[in-house]
């Protein structure tokens, strides 16, 4: 009898990273939900409330999305008037995001939702290995690869 292989995705680190994103997205979203928020829309009206305007492609840098995704990410936020989507003035072929007052609003109102599911997971998982988990996850984004090149 020969032993079974060994499976390949035990192994892989891009499943590995899918699933805890999967699992811990869910979580915030779960969160985020009485805000009438999921976790990636909250992320985006944080940054852009931290940052102000800035071209779709400059957010798509910060946030490590796709434009293509992101902009589809900002179509439900600019129906709901929490952002607005408009071309640049310097340059017509870039397209400016700005929150909007009811955007901050909505974000404001949902991070006491977010502290408490953050809290929470650290709690559980270990504030210090939160803290390595973040830094691991940075690091990530400087192996050179260059996922959204053209």
Known sequence: MTAAPTDLADSCNNLALRKAARYLGATYDKALGP???RATQFSILQKLSAHGEMTITSLADMIAM??????????PLAREGLVTVEPSA?????????VT?????????????WKA???QFEEKFGAGEA??????????????????AE
Do not use: C, Y
Not at 66 to 75: P, Q, V, W
Not at 90 to 98: K, L
């Open 90 to 98: 310097a340059d017509r072929r870039a397209r400016i995001v700005t």
């Open 66 to 75: 796709d434009r293509t995704t992101l902009a589809s990410n900002l179509k």
């Open 131 to 148: 803290d390595r988990l973040r830094a691991s996850l940075e690091a990530v984004l400087h192996t050179g690869f260059e996922p959204w």
């Open 117 to 119: 599911v953050q809290a």
């Open 101 to 113: 007052p009811a955007g901050l609003s909505r974000m404001k109102a949902a991070v006491p939702l």
């Open 35 to 37: 805000a009438g928020l």
